[in-house]
C-alpha cells in the first residue's frame, strides 16, 4: 500500500489543504480529496427585534465575516423564506401574520452559523381606542 498525505492548495496555501489520499488495494487506486480547514463564519452584527405598526415596513439585518462565498437565508418560524438570500431582509407592507421568530443561516461551504432569534411585532392599526370623555374619567368604588 502506499499513502499520498496532505498537500497545500496552491490557490489558497495558508487557509486551505487539500488531503489526497491515494490506496493501492489489490491493484486497485482510490482517489478520495477532501477539504480540511477553511474560516468558518462569524455573526459580526445580530438581526434586532422590531415593533412596527400594520402596513409599516420591516428591515432585518446581518453583518457576517468568514472565507467568500457568504450566503444567507432568511427563516421565519424556523421555515426558510423564499427570495431571502441577502443579508437584508425586508417586509414592505407589514401585516399581523408576519409576526413572529426570524433569524438567518449564514452559510460558506465550509460550515454553518445561524443567528440570534429576532422577534418582529405588528401592531394592528384597529386596536383598541379610547378617547377621554368631555368632563374626565369618574371611577365608582362598588
Do not use: E
Not at 10 to 30: E, N, R
Not at 34 to 39: P, Q
Amino acid at each position: 500500500m502506499s499513502a499520498k498525505l496532505c498537500r497545500a492548495s496552491s490557490s489558497f496555501p495558508h487557509k486551505i489543504v487539500t488531503c489526497l489520499f491515494c490506496g493501492v488495494i489489490a491493484g486497485i487506486s482510490m482517489w478520495t480529496p477532501r477539504l480540511m480547514a477553511g474560516t468558518q463564519p462569524s455573526i459580526t452584527t445580530q438581526p434586532n427585534s422590531l415593533v412596527v405598526t400594520q402596513g409599516n415596513s420591516a428591515s432585518f439585518s446581518v453583518s457576517a465575516t468568514g472565507d467568500a462565498p457568504l450566503a444567507y437565508q432568511w427563516r421565519f418560524g424556523g421555515g426558510p423564506l423564499s427570495n431571502a438570500t441577502n443579508s437584508i431582509f425586508n417586509i414592505a407592507s407589514t401585516q399581523l401574520s408576519d409576526a413572529g421568530n426570524y433569524d438567518v443561516i449564514v452559510p460558506n461551504g465550509f460550515v454553518s452559523i445561524t443567528s440570534i432569534v429576532a422577534r418582529l411585532t405588528v401592531r394592528s392599526t384597529h386596536g383598541p381606542a379610547y378617547a377621554a370623555p368631555a368632563g374626565g374619567w369618574t371611577f365608582y368604588d362598588a
